[in-house]
């Protein structure tokens, strides 16, 4: 596969995940910062133990589904009673309880669609300067659960760091020096 | 408190090892007593690296002699329908047998059989999620599926019910020429508009969001490069970093909270369709609960039957287990009594409202000329249920088989209840009539299974139909684990001595 940037750092595997939540916990306790961890299913508590806040997309659906009530409301009742007012038996033109299902799924739909597109945009954006080498067979996808820590870490030593990850128990661990705009 | 070295998952080989209770761990309790652990969601002490390989198999092989033949026939119902739609859109609407008094005929029938057959993949995947159901990972994927594809063939009939189906766009608000001449906003029918795109793309991008993550597997299974190109692409580069699993669950968790109240959104305002109206049999309040229980019961009925063909067909019986089944047969009991309990609701209320034409249309329901329909629905819907009180019968998969096929039968003969007797029967006797299918309303019936079989057929051709990174989420990872090769433990070994 085709590299478009430099990668330099160490890989490391786990077969449990718990061992990588402790792994990542003790990562995240020497002090990097940039370091990754590429697994097959979501882990309970590794938010944490990476030392990550609480994701923020359930502000972006709030935000979001307000949009969406507004614009229904404003769309039905600038149609209903301003543009085009029609006399249906009498009733009222603001007769806002009709104007209540549309609004709602209009708030769904703003704030669903959104929140999705919002949590794939951010998740791609959070990367650490040298993204995890996905041109090498990592097994993430499978069973393994791996660890990567980028050489552009201040705390970051070519003797040291590979050394630190064997100590955490991991297997297979691998320095990585893949060039830019180069086939791995 | 210590549990066992061995995992109790280990044994667990298939479905017959499977009772439906706890397995007791003798003395692994808290102080010395037994410990009741649940049986495992996935048999045949199954590695995550074979769920990978059970999983894909299927998109990765040329198709099965069995996938040609069901596809053919899909094919050629689907072709029925395209048919049968040219002639519809070129002859008008006479070549179907909706007249006076009965308006709405087949074509209305067919989309609220449709829609509801879609909400229970919105269940499976939203509510039960939000509930921790955790055997949902199993039947979650091809539950949304089915509902994406419910949702299309439900999406054809309000159109061609236009008459003039060419105009359909007219239904959408947007600046126009033509005035611009708006919708009206009061009238349920438009409600119906959003109310069924939004669920059609909700569905579709929770759908598609689960997916992330399993079309990367598929693309780090693929050899040929365009294969891993294209599904890279699907995947949008999905890597399964920690730092977008963090983003992706809040997302998902949201997505499931916004679909649940949609859900049940969606089949209330379908039955506005008809409660807004002032013909009696149509002008209740039960109807959204009525309808939404109606809407589950009948999908999950369709799972079920769906589930039966992926045990038998496609090897799925590790992942999708007699548990699983019997799990469904208790929401289908239970949404089966709440229907039949609804049923009932109604003919008290007719009786209790001492309205002359409540009562008569109820009467006229049950033992008037279309008794036989109502007697179809009620047993099928209410009674046949009534199987699964037996523990037995809830891990027959034939029972299953056959009462999921009757619910479903039972289910569009609600539909038909529901929209030909209220109308054939009104007010005024002078305008009494009576209302028949013609060939065209069997061949469009018939036709959108085709297209629900043949978009189906193709989604468990190219998509996996098991969400693997949810299934591997649920499974044991002490059996699931894959073994260190020897140049890990040589390298561990190097460690230490380092």
Redesign the interface.
Known sequence: ?FTPVSKKGVLGHF????EALAA?AKVRDAGFKHF????????HG??EA?G?K??W??WV?GVLALCGILFAQG??NW??IF??P?N?GG?PFW?WP??V??T???M??W???G??L???V???R??VPQ??P?EI?T??????F?LWISATDPKWSAEETP?FV??L?A???RLVDLEGGSDA | MTRPEASPYATVMDDSQLTGRPIVLAGAGPYGGDLEVPEPLVTGAKKWSDVDQDICMHAERFPTKRWWAAFAVALTLLGVLVVSLVTLLYAGMGIVGVNHPVGWGTFIVNFVFWIGIGHAGTLISAVLYLFRQQWRTGINRAAEAMTLFAVACAGIFPIIHLGRAWFAYWLVPYPNARGPLWINFNSPLAWDIFAISTYGLVSAVFWYVGLLPDLATVRDRATHPWRKRIYNALSLGWNGSHRMWRHYESAYMILAALATPLVFSVHTIVSFDFATAVLPGWHTTIFPPYFVIGAIFSGFAMVITLMTFMRGYFGMKSYITLNHMESMAKILMLTGMLVGFAYSTEFFMAWYSGSEWEGFVFKNRAFGPYGWAYFIMFTCNAIVPQLFWWKKMRRNTWALFVVSILVNVGMWFERYVIVVTSLHRDFLPSSWGMYSLTRWDYAILLGSFGLFFTLFLLFVRFLPVVAISEVKGVMDPKVARSAPTDADLAAARAAQEA
């Open positions: 596969m077969c449990e995940p718990d990542a990754d961890f590429l697994t097959p299913f979501p882990i590794m938010e990476m990550k609480r994701s997309i359930p659906t769309l039905q149609v209903m543009d085009w029609m249906f009733k007769s009709s104007f299902p549309i709602f799924e209009a769904v739909f704030a669903a669609l929140s999705a919002v949590a794939i951010a998740g791609k959070d990367t993204p995890p996905m067979e097994g993430a996808t499978v069973d393994r791996v050394a064997r100590g128990g297997n297979g661990v």
